[in-house]
C-alpha cells in the first residue's frame, strides 16, 4: 500500500499526498491529497531561481489579487489556480484543488473517470465516433462554456498575464451544465518575470509565434506567448466549441514537405477556410472522413450560423486579425458578442435535433441550420430601444427572441446593467416571464413597479404579478430610470 507523504509548504500550510502517481504530463507527475480535495504536481525537471520566484507569484501575489478580493469567489470555478507551492526530494511542486465532479466522465460513460478535456467536444470526429448524446449537451450549453472560457480569460488578461498554452487541452467543459474551467494556470507569462519556454499546443499557436520559431530567444522579432497570441487561441477555441471544426484547417497544400506544409499552413500563410475571396483553402469533401460529417461541410454549417455579433468577431480575428495580431478581438468582446448571440436563441421544435437550440437568422421563415426543421407558429422578436433623453427612443440594434417559460432579467430592461461576472445576486433575480397562454403570447411582471404598455397615447400601467399580451407593434416601456429599455414587439408568423 502506497505511502502517505507529509511536508509543509511554502506558505506554511501541512501538505498530504499518497506516493502514488495518478496521472503524468509534459512536465509534472500529480499525486493525490488522502480525502484527494487537492493534488499535488511535482516538476520532473529541476526549475531554476526563475521559475520558481514565477511560481510563487502565481500562487501569491496574482492568486491574491485575484480571489483575495470582492467578488474572488466568482473565479473559483472558472480557474484550477494553484494553492502553493512545496518541496520534496530536491524537486519543485505545486498544490491545486481537485477538478469539479462535473468535468470527470460519470459513471456508466464510455469514458468514464476521464477528464472532460475540451477536444472531446471541439473535434467532430471525436464527438461523432465516440461521445453518448448525454455528454454533448446542446448548442446553448456550448455558448455557455465559451462565455465562461472568454470571461476566465479576460480576467487574466486584466491582470496583465497571458495562459501562454491556451487550448483545448488546458480548458475543462461539462456541455451538459455549459461550465468551464482553465487549467494548467502554472505556465502563465508574467510580463517581466521570464521568457516562456513553450510556444502553445499544435492547432491553437499564433501564426506569428509558429513563423519564427526557427529564431532565437532574444531575437527581437520572435514571437512568443502574449495576451495577443492568447486571443488568437480563444478565437479558435470559440469557433472549433461552436462548429467543430479547425478555422485555418483546409484543402490548401502549402509545400510537399508534411512538416513544411503544417508549418506555413499554421503559421505564415495560414488562411481561413471560409474567407470570402480567397477559397483556395475550403475543405476538400472528398478527403473528409465520414465522422467529422457534417460539420467539416462549410456550406451547410458556415460560421454566419453563429449569429450577427459573433460573425464580425470571427472576421476579425481570422481574417483582418489573423496576421495582424493588433486587431484580434478581445476577450471581453467575445464575452459580450456571446452573451448577445444567447439573447437570440430559439429552442429547435424537432425533439430529435441534437443541437436542440439555434440562432434566429432574422428571416420571416427561420429553421434549425442543424436539422433543417423550420419554425411553425408565432415567434415574437422584442426589439430594444433606450432613451438617451425624455420622450426620444433610439434603435439598440439589440433584440430578444421569446420562447415559452423563457425569463426577463435587469440586464434586459435597464442598458446600465450589464451581465458579467460583477453582476450583484440582486440582478440575478428574474423580473419577468414569457408565456405561452391559451394561443397567445404573454408577458408577465414579476417585480418591475414602472412597467407600462405604451402602445397607445393613453399609457397602461403593468402591476407586478400582471401581465402584458406581446401583440405586434405593441410597445412596452419597461423601465422609467436612466438606461431603462422600451420593447417593440414583431410577431413572425409561419
Not at 507551492?85 to 511542486?93: D, P, R
Not at 460529417?293 to 476579425?316: A, E, T, V
Not at 443541437?355 to 434549425?368: G, I, L, Q, R, S
Request: glycine share 6%; with cysteine.
Amino acid at each position: 500500500m502506497a505511502k502517505t507523504i507529509k511536508l509543509v509548504a511554502d506558505d506554511g500550510s501541512n501538505i498530504e499526498f499518497i506516493d502514488e502517481v495518478i496521472g503524468s504530463g509534459a512536465m509534472k507527475d500529480v499525486y493525490f491529497s488522502p480525502d484527494k480535495s487537492y493534488v499535488v504536481g511535482f516538476f520532473r525537471k529541476p526549475q531554476d531561481a526563475q521559475s520558481v520566484d514565477r511560481l510563487r507569484s502565481i500562487t501569491n501575489r496574482y492568486r491574491d489579487s485575484i480571489f483575495n478580493q470582492p467578488g474572488g469567489d466568482y473565479w473559483k470555478d472558472l480557474f484550477c489556480w494553484p494553492i502553493t507551492t512545496v518541496k520534496w526530494e530536491n524537486k519543485i511542486g505545486i498544490v491545486c484543488p481537485a477538478y469539479q465532479q462535473q468535468f470527470i466522465f460519470p459513471k456508466g460513460s464510455r469514458f468514464e473517470g476521464k477528464e472532460k478535456e475540451g477536444k472531446w467536444f471541439a473535434s467532430a470526429k471525436l464527438r461523432n465516433r465516440f461521445l453518448n448524446a448525454v455528454d454533448k449537451g446542446t448548442w446553448l450549453t456550448h455558448y455557455h462554456m465559451c462565455i465562461q472560457i472568454a470571461r476566465a480569460v479576460k480576467r487574466l488578461h486584466a491582470a496583465g498575464l497571458a495562459h501562454s498554452d491556451l487550448s483545448y487541452k488546458n480548458v475543462l467543459v461539462d456541455p451538459v451544465t455549459g461550465k468551464a474551467c482553465v487549467i494548467d494556470i502554472d505556465g502563465l507569462v508574467i510580463p517581466g518575470k521570464y521568457l516562456p519556454d513553450v510556444a502553445g499546443t499544435q492547432d491553437f499557436i499564433a501564426p506569428e509565434v509558429l513563423a519564427t520559431k526557427h529564431l532565437k530567444i532574444g531575437d527581437p522579432n520572435k514571437g512568443l506567448p502574449n495576451i495577443r497570441t492568447d486571443r488568437h487561441a480563444l478565437a479558435v477555441l470559440i469557433y472549433m466549441y461552436l462548429l467543430n471544426r479547425h478555422p485555418l484547417r483546409g484543402g490548401k497544400v502549402h509545400d510537399s514537405d508534411a512538416n513544411k506544409d503544417e508549418e506555413l499552413a499554421m503559421g505564415s500563410r495560414a488562411l481561413f477556410i471560409e474567407h470570402p475571396t480567397d477559397k483556395s483553402n475550403r475543405p476538400n469533401m472528398k478527403e473528409i472522413d465520414k465522422w467529422e460529417m457534417p460539420q467539416s461541410d462549410i456550406k451547410k454549417r458556415p460560421y454566419s450560423i453563429c449569429g450577427p455579433y459573433l460573425q464580425p468577431l470571427f472576421q476579425r480575428a481570422f481574417i483582418e486579425g489573423l496576421h495582424n495580431p493588433d486587431k484580434r478581438p478581445t476577450a471581453d468582446e467575445w464575452e459580450q458578442a456571446l452573451i448577445k448571440t444567447t439573447d437570440l436563441m430559439q429552442p429547435c421544435q424537432n425533439p430529435d435535433c441534437e443541437a436542440k437550440w439555434f440562432v434566429f437568422d432574422n428571416t420571416t421563415k427561420p429553421k434549425c441550420p442543424f436539422c433543417g426543421t423550420p419554425f411553425k407558429g408565432q415567434l415574437p422578436v422584442l426589439n430594444f430601444y433606450y432613451a438617451p433623453r425624455a420622450g426620444k427612443f433610439i434603435d439598440e440594434k439589440l433584440r430578444l427572441m421569446v420562447y415559452h417559460q423563457q425569463c426577463l432579467y435587469k440586464w434586459h430592461i435597464n442598458r446600465r446593467i450589464v451581465a458579467n461576472e460583477r453582476t450583484n445576486p440582486e440582478d440575478k433575480k428574474p423580473v419577468g416571464d414569457f408565456h405561452f397562454h391559451h394561443g397567445r403570447w404573454i408577458l408577465i411582471n414579476r417585480s418591475l413597479k414602472n412597467m407600462k404598455d405604451v402602445t397607445e397615447a393613453t399609457h397602461k400601467p403593468i402591476p407586478v404579478g400582471g401581465y402584458v399580451e406581446l401583440r405586434d407593434g405593441a410597445k412596452i416601456l419597461m423601465d422609467t430610470e436612466d438606461g431603462g429599455r422600451l420593447f417593440v414587439v414583431q410577431l413572425v408568423k409561419n
